[in-house]
């Protein structure tokens, strides 16, 4: 297999709408950026992130249960920040950034994670609960 010229790589263009709300999402998440940084070079288990583990890794604000950590993963899923690890059986319980969501990581890796406003978190949970697509 041949190895991927990391130089000839362009960088993928989206839409500001959906930039806006990759990022609402991710700064509404029960998720802090040290997981988002983890995820820029290696894959990340559903193990690690769920529970006391999450809060010793400094993954999370607050201890989760095993399936509140896999909703709040599978809607970043769906806005296109993170992918599910596939590996020679089929789908793990790992995940890893898209390339939307390392674009994301990488500019806020420098600069302090925003925190979300009432009105953000309002908005980023009425798209969630009616999936609407902005």
């Given at each position: 297999?041949?190895?991927?010229?990391?130089?000839?790589?362009?960088?993928?263009?989206?839409?500001h709408g959906t930039i806006k709300r990759a990022k609402r999402s991710l700064f509404c998440s029960p998720f802090n950026l040290i997981l988002f940084t983890a995820m820029l070079s290696e894959r990340v288990a559903l193990s690690?992130?769920?529970?006391?583990?999450?809060?010793?890794?400094?993954?999370?604000?607050?201890?989760?249960?095993?399936?509140?950590?896999?909703?709040?993963?599978?809607?970043?899923?769906?806005?296109?920040?993170?992918?599910?690890?596939?590996?020679?059986?089929?789908?793990?319980?790992?995940?890893?950034?898209?390339?939307?969501?390392?674009?994301?990581?990488?500019?806020?890796?420098?600069?302090?994670?925003?925190?979300?406003?009432?009105?953000?978190?309002?908005?980023?949970?009425?798209?969630?609960?009616?999936?609407?697509?902005?």
């Amino acid at each position: 297999m041949p190895a991927v010229d990391g130089q000839n790589q362009k960088t993928l263009t989206y839409p500001h709408g959906t930039i806006k709300r990759a990022k609402r999402s991710l700064f509404c998440s029960p998720f802090n950026l040290i997981l988002f940084t983890a995820m820029l070079s290696e894959r990340v288990a559903l193990s690690e992130i769920a529970g006391n583990s999450g809060i010793h890794k400094g993954y999370t604000k607050r201890p989760l249960s095993e399936l509140a950590a896999e909703n709040a993963l599978a809607w970043l899923i769906q806005v296109g920040v993170l992918r599910r690890e596939v590996d020679g059986q089929g789908i793990t319980d790992s995940f890893r950034l898209t390339p939307l969501g390392r674009q994301i990581v990488e500019e806020f890796q420098h600069q302090p994670w925003t925190t979300p406003t009432w009105g953000d978190r309002f908005l980023n949970a009425v798209i969630r609960w009616f999936r609407l697509p902005f």
